[in-house]
């Protein structure tokens, strides 16, 4: 069973750790580390305490270890007792501004950073410009005692990667931190990189156990294949393969009694349209003659639960602990804006709890179903998808047989649910979960690197 101890700071020289007897009962331990640094010292008991770790102001300078006491970890393996985790979390983004150091982000990483005590972990932020290759050290930022403040910190045991989105993931300079901080200093990655639609529907089509979730979706080749969609379900979507935020996403349907065909989307000026063709090539030529079709999808419309005419689906957040074992950490109903193609709140969209929208008895039946499908999915993509993924957030659909569908996942789910005064102990939960994991991660990278690096 893991214990966290205090890490206490003396005030001399000596390269001694004092430590509770139990941790030296049957070990040979002769060196501490803290992330990348490792120091030879001696280990004594502790003559009095039993819950901490006693290190000096020599230790602490040479670890690069925070001038603060803290509970953490202890992992020992191979006569080196690890504390931590120290975890990075890579972004991009940052201001020149002490109080805004990551601009609009700010807010959600000093949420994220807020949980150390709780966890038992030394979270900062950092980008590529702040890595210190020669020293093996990072000039990160700290959120301490409601304050930001940078400092020098070894390289971390895991890092986490928030990077904002597609375009910055791709960038050259990042590509290249990532694969030698992998490659060469063999330090787990976890979160990465963006799922791409298409990408998801054919990884968990090979999973029979998930497959029911599944709406028939196939990348756009032809105007052939959205008449025999349309012929069999009544109404299709179109989405961008790498979209988000609901951008670019139009809903087709089709009148088999008129002939004729309708179009939903929402225009450049964020205005909810609806418009009717007599043809789908006509359709096509005038509201997507100018995009790229081989970079769309085409998905199986779904006769979703309805609230007031209005389409509902559900944001669920599901994240790894500790143990490495899955959770679903928040769930929320979405209600589509009137007139619109999506749920989401820029096209006039509100979030709501399941209690404020159902009887108890749909409630407690619409929630084990959502939870169900959730744990499942994340599972498989765990299972199926490369690199070490902990967090996903879900876009789900509840049609009026009942059944459970997946439209999305994200590897970097929006936060836009917490935003309801009562999914708001659910943002705390979400962030601290992030960090719980990386103590699997870091005790499992200690105990057993080699399965880690299969991992990645």
């Given at each position: ?11 001399n ?31 004594r ?13 020599e ?21 080196v ?5 120290l ?8 201001t ?62 895991v890092?986490?990667?928030?990077l ?41 089509q ?26 069999k ?10 979209g ?35 043809s ?9 003659g ?27 957040h599901?994240n ?20 619109s ?48 993924i ?18 999305e ?19 705390k ?23 880690v690096?299969?991992?990645?």
């Open positions: 069973m893991r214990k966290r101890y205090t890490i206490e700071i003396a005030a020289n000596n390269l001694v750790v004092y430590c509770p007897q139990e941790l030296l009962k049957g070990k040979e331990i002769n060196k501490i580390a803290f992330g990348s640094k490792a120091i030879e010292v001696d280990f008991p502790h003559p009095k305490k039993n819950n901490c770790l006693v290190i000096s102001k230790i602490q300078k040479l670890l690069y270890f925070p001038d603060f006491a803290i509970k953490l970890h202890v992992f020992i393996e191979h006569q007792l690890n504390i931590g985790p975890v990075g979390i890579f972004t991009a983004g940052f020149p501004f002490p109080l805004r150091p990551i601009g609009d982000r700010t807010n959600f990483f000093s949420k994220l950073l807020s949980v150390k005590t709780n966890v038992g972990a030394i979270p900062f932020v950092f980008g590529e410009q702040h890595i210190n290759w020669e020293k093996g050290t990072i000039n990160g930022y700290l959120f301490h005692e409601n304050n930001w403040q940078t400092i020098e910190v070894p390289f971390p045991h890092i986490y990667d928030r904002p989105n597609r375009k910055t993931e791709r960038n050259p300079k990042l590509v290249k931190v990532r694969e030698t901080l992998q490659r060469d200093y063999l330090i787990p990655w976890y979160n990465p990189g963006f799922f791409s639609k298409l990408d998801i529907y054919e990884r968990l090979q999973d029979n156990s998930v497959g029911i979730y599944l709406p028939e979706t196939h990348p756009f080749t032809s105007f052939s294949l959205l008449e025999q969609m349309l012929s379900y009544g109404h299709i979507y179109l989405k961008p393969i790498n988000s935020l609901g951008l670019g996403v139009h809903q087709i349907l089709y009148d088999k009694i008129q002939d004729e065909y309708y179009c939903r989307y929402q225009d450049r000026e964020g205005v909810n349209r609806l418009q009717k063709f007599s789908l090539e006509g359709l096509f030529r005038t509201v997507l100018n995009r790229n079709l081989d970079k769309m999808i085409v998905q199986q419309g779904i006769h979703l639960l309805r609230q007031n005419q209005r389409p509902i689906d559900f944001r669920i599901t790894k602990d500790d143990s490495g074992e899955w959770h679903v950490t928040a769930l929320a109903a979405k209600i589509a804006g009137r007139g193609v999506t749920t989401h709140a820029r096209s006039g969209g509100e979030v709501k709890t399941l209690a404020e929208i159902f009887q108890q008895d749909e409630c407690k039946l619409y929630t084990e179903k959502l939870v169900k499908a959730a744990l499942q999915l994340s599972n498989s993509l765990a299972n199926n998808m490369e690199g070490i902990a967090e996903i957030g879900f876009d789900l659909g509840i049609d009026k047989h009942g059944d459970v569908w997946l439209f996942a994200n590897s970097k789910p929006g936060r836009s649910i917490f935003s309801h005064p009562e999914l708001k102990a659910f943002d939960l979400t962030c601290k979960l992030s960090m719980s994991f990386a103590i699997f991660l870091t005790e499992q990278s200690i105990l057993y690197p080699e399965d690096i299969k991992w990645s």
